[in-house]
């Protein structure tokens, strides 16, 4: 934009210009190599850049639930790493699935509240090793994740230590980078640490 500018400035000030000095001569071929540059840099620019995925606003209501039995210091850890994945990441939505059992619930969510792992889930579960759905749409195994809003976008499954699973949703597809991959896995790292230590929220096999 700059660049086009600039090089129109100059062809207008070199048609009014009655007589041409050498000095001028030189600014205007400094000018023009200076905005031939600027236009490239712009050109460039734009397909180097990258582009946004496509955001959805996803099918569901803002949910805050919590399993009633679980102790305060519980309570308060997933709270926490909720929050923070919830505002620090692209994910919408969040479930915490522990020993069979739904610990958390919070994000943009339907009215099903009932968790039955499918085959993606479950293989997180044996394998303990975390499974990213790049774009859910195109995975046959995406209707086994009918407890999220319907039109989720991406997936991923984090292992919280051998016995539970977090899974998150995205309103865009390819939206999580490898950075929030490793925040992910750090705070279920964490998670699987406070619930292996509290009584009566589980214990590692």
């Not at 926490?80 to 619930?105: D, E, H, P």
């Amino acid at each position: 934009m700059v660049g086009g500018v600039a090089a129109v400035l100059l062809l207008v000030n070199r048609l009014l210009t009655p007589e041409l000095t050498v000095t001028q001569a030189r600014s205007d071929v400094l000018g023009a190599i200076v905005s031939a540059v600027l236009i490239l840099t712009g050109l460039l620019w734009q397909q180097v850049a990258p582009r946004l995925p496509d955001a959805v606003e996803l099918v569901g209501e803002q949910r805050f639930e919590l399993a009633p039995d679980l102790p305060e210091t519980v309570r308060t850890e997933l709270a926490w790493a909720s929050y923070l994945l919830l505002t620090n990441t692209v994910t919408r939505s969040l479930i915490v699935f522990y020993q069979g059992k739904v610990l958390l619930r919070r994000g943009i969510l339907p009215e099903k509240t009932e968790v039955t792992p499918g085959a993606i889930v479950q293989r997180v579960l044996e394998k303990h090793k975390p499974v990213y759905l790049v774009a859910l749409s195109v995975y046959p195994g995406r209707f086994e994740f009918d407890y999220l809003p319907e039109n989720t976008q991406g997936v991923i499954c984090q292992p919280i230590g051998q016995q539970g699973v977090m899974i998150l949703g995205a309103n865009a597809p390819r939206s999580y980078t490898k950075q929030d991959e490793t925040w992910i896995a750090g705070i279920a790292d964490k998670l699987d640490v406070t619930l292996f230590r509290e009584q009566g929220a589980g214990s590692r096999e």
